[in-house]
Every structure is written in structure tokens, then in C-alpha cells.
């Protein structure tokens, strides 16, 4: 029956990715989102600072970044009383459930992504 379900290349059927990896990556492998996590993995933080700490994002897309990340139950969006009004963003108790695997994946770069190499696609976007 297998050997039935090979296509004319003999490979067997198409295998689906996880749909809890698919979830994960839909909203992590965005540009930036990563970065904005680990910046508030040690504490919260102001707007100003997030941007400040991630060089080369807009005002914009921190902005909509932080509101998907909102959205997903990862960060938390406190507005200071004022003046001035001053925005803190920390992360909940599922978006700190994340360091482990950021350390990994900061470890694996380390390891498979020397710093001296280009990476491919940089620079695009």
C-alpha cells in the first residue's frame, strides 16, 4: 500500500509540518518579533527603549510588532499615568516561557552562524 502511495519520483507522500511549528514561526519568524522578545526578557520596557535596543526598526513596525505580540498573549501594554505618558511593555508569563528556547537558538548561532559570515538574504526586507 505504501508503494502506492509514492509519487512517480518515488518519494513517500508529502508530510505536513506541525501545525504547532507552523503557529510558533507564523508569528516569531516575522522580522523582528525575536528581537523585541529578547529584549524584554530580563524586564520591561518603554517604547523609546525597545526601539533604542533594536537598531534599524521604525516606530511603525515596533508598534505593529508589539501589537501582535499583544494580540498572541506574549506581551503585556501598561500605560505610565503622566506627564508624560510613557508606554512599559513586558512580557507575560507564555512570552518568558520562551527564554529557554532563545538561549538555545542564541547558542546554535553561535555554533552554525559565525559571526564573520554573511547571512543569506541579509540586508532584505
Do not use: N
Not at 50 to 75: H, K, W
Amino acid at each position: 500500500m505504501a508503494e502506492q502511495q509514492r509519487d512517480i519520483h518515488g518519494a513517500e507522500p508529502c508530510q505536513q509540518v506541525d501545525a504547532g511549528i507552523t503557529r510558533v514561526f507564523g508569528l516569531l519568524g516575522k522580522r523582528w518579533t525575536g528581537l523585541i522578545v529578547a529584549v524584554l526578557m530580563p524586564h520591561p520596557a518603554h517604547f523609546v527603549d525597545l526601539r533604542r535596543a533594536i537598531p534599524g526598526i521604525s516606530e511603525r513596525m515596533l508598534s505593529d510588532r508589539l501589537t501582535e505580540l499583544a494580540a498572541a498573549g506574549l506581551v503585556l501594554r501598561a500605560v505610565d499615568e503622566g506627564p508624560p505618558l510613557r508606554v512599559t511593555y513586558r512580557l507575560t508569563e507564555a512570552g518568558a516561557a520562551l527564554e529557554p528556547a532563545l538561549l538555545e537558538l542564541a547558542a546554535w548561532a553561535e555554533v552554525h552562524l559565525p559571526q564573520g559570515q554573511p547571512c543569506a538574504g541579509a540586508g532584505r526586507e
